[in-house]
């Protein structure tokens, strides 16, 4: 059985100029396998949890220059085919606009001619005026995509399982999110009362996210998405079957977890540069082969070969991967700095 594979995967910026500003938008994108019945699910674990982070209380302007910022509400959310329960905006209108997406993207996704692949994304852009009598130019700063590949489990254990693991892996790829809301990255600047709809949507009555806008297609799988999956399956055989990651439910320091989930989503590993030729996927260690998990616990000769992808990616409480993963961070920080 073959089921909830994930990589991240994180795309670089260039620095062309405001002409190529779009291709400069930070870019993150979550792979995942899983059951048709889950990805209405996933989808929005994912997406409302981006949002909860990207929108802000409606703006009450006093005067020029001075405004006060009202409060975002929040809830749980259970989900009913995954062992995981996500926080969101307690905004109904909000889980509408989501909603209503995720499910045309779900609906075209199961399709009986559907490929039974697809992605969709979320991406966030602000507004810039243009000369009349042409309209504002929308200016991508940030998206996140979601890659799906469908499933189909025989067994209602398999289905047990799958539903487990799904979990497991929502549950890494939230605390990346949050990971990445953390860093002091480019934000659109708070705007002026009169420039307010250039940077926020003020269309919700409860609530005033950043501009964004979701969109979706299904396609066959590429040869390369095909290859990065099946690597994912063999690695995530090691991934346990049952509860919260033990890295998550045992006392640890931040430090440490996202360490832990880092390597759990592939971020460690150059071959994920879809970006790159083979050249630039090869290990930035030793550069003999190409940069896999596999090769960094196996064959490198930059990094204590004495450790398991099990012991990686198992999600374990362990002092010796700890050990092993910041001593790896280190040597990239220092090859990076000389």
């Not at 009598?133 to 700063?141: G, K, M, R």
């Not at 949507?201 to 806008?213: G, H, V």
Request: aromatic content about 10%.
């Amino acid at each position: 059985m073959a089921c909830a594979t994930s990589t991240a995967v994180v795309y670089p910026q260039s620095s062309n100029g405001l002409q190529s500003l779009i291709m400069n938008a930070r870019t993150q994108l979550f792979e995942l396998s899983m059951e048709g019945r889950q990805v209405d699910e996933a989808v929005a674990s994912i997406f409302h949890s981006v949002l909860f982070h990207r929108s802000l209380g409606k703006f009450k302007y006093k005067q020029e220059g001075s405004y006060s910022v009202g409060t975002v509400g929040y809830q749980d959310v259970d989900c009913d085919f995954i062992d995981f329960t996500y926080v969101c905006c307690s905004s109904v209108h909000l889980d509408q606009t989501l909603k209503r997406e995720i499910s045309g993207f779900s609906e075209a996704l199961r399709s009986t001619d559907s490929p039974g692949s697809g992605q969709i994304s979320l991406e966030f852009f602000q507004k810039k005026k243009n000369r009349w009598p042409f309209q504002p130019e929308c200016i991508p700063w940030e998206v996140w995509t979601v890659r799906l590949e469908l499933i189909k489990l025989a067994t209602e254990h398999e289905r047990q399982i799958c539903r487990e693991k799904v979990g497991d892996l929502l549950t890494d790829k939230i605390l990346y999110i949050t990971e990445v809301m953390n860093r002091h990255d480019y934000l659109p600047k708070m705007p002026n009362q009169a420039e307010l709809d250039f940077i926020f949507d003020t269309s919700y009555p409860d609530i005033q996210p950043y501009l964004f806008k979701l969109s979706f297609t299904t396609s066959s799988p590429s040869s390369t998405t095909m290859g990065i999956i099946y690597k994912n399956r063999v690695r995530y055989k090691y991934i346990r079957e049952i509860g919260l990651p033990e890295y998550l439910s045992r006392a640890g320091t931040r430090d440490s977890q996202m360490l832990i989930a880092q390597a759990r989503c592939g971020n460690i590993e150059p071959w994920n540069r879809y970006w790159e030729k083979d050249e630039g996927k090869k290990c930035d260690l030793c550069g003999d082969s190409i940069g896999s998990l596999e090769h960094l616990t196996r064959d490198c000769r930059e990094t204590e070969r004495g450790i398991s992808i099990e012991e990686v990616v198992g999600g374990r409480v362990s002092e010796r991967v700890i050990k092993w993963l910041r001593k790896l961070k280190k040597k990239r920080e220092k090859m990076c700095n000389n």
